[in-house]
């Protein structure tokens, strides 16, 4: 098993890879330290010469620093072509995977062609590395991992599970690679399975301790099968043995001293499982992850397992290693480097430079890089520079490079190539810094939040809701109501409309507001709407806010003047985001709150209907007004009661979920919905993002949409107030009568 | 003037220089790219070789840069002994000035003496220019400014001024540097001061031209006299000439394609203001400094000029040059590696990778470094490597660095080496991350805040007051006191006290409420608190607040509620931190809102004595409890009115300013105060850091001061609650008696 040969040609021609003479060369183009004699000694000893006469002037120089001129020092790599013995023993009509052997191969060739390896004669190869060390990288050594470093993370029988797949005859391998390829395993195996991933495990161990002990600057294990899916006791996801944590616990012991605190980060587009997993419960291994997580439904996420997979963001580690595990797990693929920089400038390097290990391992997928269709996300290889760049920073520059995925040949070489040379002392390339998505700012925001109990750097700006909730706290939506009702109160007399407690929330009871005297109107205006905006500058480190610095910004109050100045009745419905009330909480049905909230929202809306505006006999003419999502309370009044006669006219404000009007029923429903309704829809809707989504909300059953000309509720209605008013007058038969009821304006205004 | 010899022997033995050869040498040392031929283009041509027998199977290997290999080119260093030559013509009795001669000369010893600069022969010095071209700083040569180049940024007249006083006699000189020490002008002079001054300007410019023309990788200019406070028509704070922006300007001249914008970072601990006004309008110099601001008392602020100073965070530049000035000024002096880091990794790099410069130029003085008296701050030079790491991922890596001030010649030293260490590529060191100051970490979030309508990077999280306002907002407190109202009325049938309206605020009306029939009770407990604490995890977009993720938190409600169960009459007084009731702005004092809130809520205070308390002739007991900054209030009252008699005891809860009780007119008010009350004071307090501080408090006229175990003032409310219930029940005669008045529990529950 041991001292195969560099020059073992492959059996799998049929996998598409060149195995020739001048593919072994690239290997023998390294520099290898070896041949040379003690030229570490002298490149380290430069400084030592003192200036004895300038004693006198000179107080004390001491070297700020615990390393000397590292930058003498050349990149390491380590690569052996025995790492492409693992390959897949299914011969079957579909034989090729994407983790192909030819990966590593392809990206050390563009290492080559771009001049970062030395590919001249051997004579000349000793005169460079002799009078420019740093020239081109230095070639590590690979070897076999031990069967005892393997075991530092992994069960004694998954390394003979492992080590038993030399023994198996191909049928056997093939029928297990065919079982293995589905589901969560995602797995292939051949005869020389074994030996690649003992060499690649053996080669992150090199790699590694040549950076702790100042071999080299930094370097590159350009290695497969890749690792940091391998579980304890269990190989997965193209992962055999979980390289970069055997490598991490030999230097931890090799190196107690010098090698305490390793930071992992793994920018795999997949989370690292096995090694989260592995480290849990350790203080001195700090694993940060930047994967796409989408739900738990990308890869290796459990979505048939009613555990919350691994990668999610709340995993912070436990026991010792409580803070010690991050995950910034993007709600969905596409992400891109102004998404990468931002997780590096807001959380990566914050709390890498708090945590300030002595070595950092970077578990180096190229799967998120732009080209990969397994991982659709869009990071060029600027921003791996970048990223790089900013890693080095770290632990006095001792970073280690190890590969994990990455499918794409040409996506993973350009980007290996951009870390390769950043490694080097290349500055990062220039990059154009894209607009980073809405929802992956809220993503590391939340992260920033689960990592403030154990960060001092993430600790500003995080409100800890179980504490504020220790205290008593009233939630703000109850208490702006109350104000928002009492204000309805003394300005036009409205009165909470009574709502029957056992069918529907308690919660609901303030919502609901009446001018009095309602059932005497001709005319009314009923009102379906989202609570008033907030917006705050809160204290950037503790969140508080200065109530005098808060913003409630309340857009119906002006349509409620001037219902009430046109003689309407008004019916003002409130409807929260979520139902805080303790006395409803057991009407929930956990993990289904929004189902929960809409059933009540289309009880409040026919309840209403039944017991109050159906009876009300005078009415004649009633507009619906919904703002925000709570115009689904118009949509299922509409459609669950056969309110058409009634209603002589619908405007909704909509910069959510635009909901169709339809109905199996009633199929003039849509067709009436168009004519009489107004339907603006802010200015940024993706509805216009395309001439097809444009084309389908023109549909009827959409109603009258309109595109505003600003974003925001409250900007659109104030944009369209006037608009609004003179289509309500036009249509409104009784535009210029007093109320129906016999009450004076003087009754009306308590 | 031109074509100084190296060797010119300074006259000025006095400032305590020492002229030696051996000084010469280390200009000598340097690594002249002049005697090597063709030695940059070999180096840039490693890459041209390709493998014709590859081509097949590599498709495209296109580099991502722009840039090839600028790892292999040197760092530049520019430094002439001329520079020296600018010295003090005045020798009074304290002739030493911080901004000596041999500062820059020492930053070059250490330079020398850590192996970054040859000294060797010069034989030796060709052989590795050629075999290792990295290895040592390659000798920029310094050069005179032309007037032209310095009248990009220059009046004529100032260029005539400094050129005339080569012309002057020591006399005059003398005389000019003694007026000019003082004040804002804080300038020396001497008859060479302009041939150095010509060169420093000069040699700023060869800097920036060789980084930008790619002869050196980045670059550092060890000059003198600095030029960052040097006005267009003006010469101040030790600074002649601005030669940053002069070099900035003919960079942008002479390279109109491949330098067109420019990125000026200032870390002197002083602000550029010279460099700020030259760019204000300017879209394409980006300038950021980083200075001590001190509310504009610091140097160059102008204490005696009613202008705001040029160094506040609010001058983001005008015109086309909007958002491309950014201000990060310091609070106070005192800050180190923590808040410098911060502001890069908070501001600085976001901005810096948005705006995307063709390069960078460090204003970089050294005097905000650890050991600089002047400065009084304490950046390490392990972080000024790391800001220089980072800037150097902008630009391509096209840094150059040009002294500006630092006084402290060790550390400026050490500064200037660990600066250049890292421009060659040494990892910069690992470092202790210190936790930043709250007071910092706000300045940061305000500037980010001053430069989000400028800068994508900064828009997160940041609220646009001026635009709520359009929408007719509420402010929140208004809002939370609207609803508190409404719980006191509800709850215990509390009523709105009346206020005479041209005594007081109007805002005050919303804010005292009052249990029925209170002037029928024997017993009150008067509580006088701050608005209730508000805390909420803001969108990190847009700062718009989910309601049902904000919480209100009333530390006060348990109170009421135990003093109502008690039977004690309720007076809730509600001092809201500000007054943003409109009619009522016409009261306000321009810049003295505060004096003008203590004068309300004294008038307050003594008005509901005057007219309620005084006179309910049934009351003979008070208890008075203070909450938070409002607890001012029970101060007022107690100095301003004889009510001794009438109070039972004081509970004061104090997170903020502890205040004295004493009267001029009443010696015994202090005795008293101290014998019946209970103040507790938060545990985090600042009166307890020190023992003098303690002693202080501990005396009569801050009343019987406990330091509670808790922090905040809600959790002290929550804390002592049990104990206060206890002490005002021991103190009251009437503890179990029922209400005075002959109202029943039915009447006050409304």
């Known amino acids: 098993m041991e001292d195969h040969d560099n020059d073992v040609v492959m059996d799998g021609q049929e996998h598409g890879m060149a195995m020739t003479a001048d593919g072994m060369s690239i290997v023998n183009g390294f520099m290898d330290p070896s041949i040379l004699d003690g030229s570490l000694e002298s490149r380290n000893g430069e400084s030592d010469v003192g200036d004895d006469e300038e004693e006198d002037n000179i107080k004390a120089y001491a070297y700020p620093y615990d390393v000397l001129s590292r930058r003498t020092l050349p990149t390491g790599c380590c690569y052996d072509d025995r790492m492409k013995l693992h390959a897949n023993a299914d011969f079957g009509p579909n034989p090729h995977h994407p983790e192909d052997p030819s990966r590593i191969e392809h990206i050390m060739k563009t290492l080559k062609r771009a001049g970062l390896v030395f590919h001249g004669s051997d004579a000349d190869l000793l005169r460079v590395m002799k009078e420019s060390p740093t020239k081109y990288m230095w070639r590590i050594q690979a070897r076999h991992a031990t069967q005892e470093e393997i075991q530092t993370v992994h069960h004694p029988n998954h390394f003979k599970w492992v080590e038993d797949l030399s023994t198996m005859t191909t049928e056997q391998l093939r029928h297990l690679s065919t079982m293995m390829d589905q589901g969560r395993d995602s797995l292939y195996v051949g005869s020389l399975t074994h030996e690649a991933a003992l060499i690649s495990a053996g080669s992150a161990i090199e790699t590694c301790k040549h950076v702790i002990n100042g071999t080299v600057k930094n370097a590159f294990a350009v290695i497969r099968p890749p690792g940091h899916h391998a579980e304890y006791d269990q190989a997965m996801g193209f992962c055999l043995f979980n390289n970069v944590p055997i490598a991490a616990k030999v230097c931890q012991t090799d190196f107690p001293e010098t090698c305490r605190k390793i930071l992992i980060l793994d920018w795999d587009v997949h989370h690292g499982n096995g090694i989260q997993n592995m480290f849990y419960t350790d203080p001195n291994i700090l694993y940060i992850s930047i994967h796409v997580y989408k739900n738990g439904e990308f890869y290796p996420g459990k979505p048939d397992n009613p555990m919350v997979p691994d990668g999610g963001i709340e995993h912070c580690g436990s026991g010792l290693g409580l803070g010690k595990n991050i995950n910034i797990g993007w709600h969905d693929q596409g992400m891109g480097d102004g998404e990468y920089m931002a997780a590096f400038q807001k959380i990566v390097m914050p709390i890498g430079g708090e945590f300030d290990p002595d070595l950092v391992i970077i578990s180096a997928g190229f799967d998120a890089a732009d080209g990969d269709e397994l991982g659709a996300c869009f990071v060029s290889p600027a921003c791996y520079a970048h990223m790089t760049h900013m890693l080095m920073s770290l632990a006095g520059g001792k970073v280690a490079v190890c590969l994990e995925g990455g499918y794409n040949l040409e996506a993973i070489s350009n980007s290996a190539l951009a870390v390769a040379r950043t490694l080097m002392g290349e500055p990062p390339p220039r990059m154009a810094m894209p607009k980073i998505m809405p929802e992956a700012a809220r993503l590391l925001a939340k992260v920033k939040a689960c990592q403030a109990p154990y960060w001092e750097c993430m600790r500003h700006g995080v409100v800890d809701v179980q504490e504020k909730q220790i205290h008593g706290s009233s939630r703000l939506h109850d208490v702006v109501r109350l104000a928002q009702k009492q204000i309805l109160s003394d300005k036009y007399g409205m009165i909470p409309l009574y709502i029957q407690r056992d069918v529907l929330f308690k919660s609901f009871e303030n919502q609901v507001m009446v001018t009095r005297n309602t059932h005497m109107d001709k005319k009314l205006v009923v009102i379906v709407h989202d609570p008033p905006e907030l917006h705050a500058q809160p204290d950037p480190l503790d969140n508080s806010l200065q109530p005098h610095n808060a913003w409630v910004t309340d857009g119906v109050a002006q349509y409620i003047d001037w219902a009430i100045s ?181 009754d009306r205004m308590v």
């Open 566 to 746: 046109k003689k309407f009745g008004v019916v003002d419905i409130n409807v929260p985001q979520y139902i805080t009330h303790p006395e409803d909480t057991d009407a929930f049905i956990p993990g289904n709150d929004e189902r929960a909230m809409q059933n009540q929202v289309m009880g409040l809306m026919c309840y209403i209907w039944d017991n109050y505006l159906q009876v009300y006999e005078h009415v004649d003419e009633i507009f619906l007004v919904g703002v925000g999502n709570a115009y689904l309370g118009i949509k299922v009044l509409l459609i669950n009661r056969d309110v058409k006669s009634r209603i002589s006219g619908v405007v909704n404000f909509v910069s959510g979920n635009l909901r169709p009007v339809r109905s199996d029923v009633d199929e003039g429903l849509s067709g009436w919905y168009k004519d009489n309704s107004r339907v603006f829809v802010a200015k940024d809707h993706a509805c216009w993002a395309n001439p097809d989504l444009t084309r389908k909300v023109m549909r009827r059953r959409f109603g009258t949409v309109i595109r505003s000309s600003v974003n925001g509720l409250t900007s659109m209605m104030s944009e369209h107030f006037e608009d609004v008013q003179q289509w309500i007058l036009e249509r409104s038969r009784h535009a210029d009568e007093e109320h129906g009821g016999d009450t004076t304006e003087e």
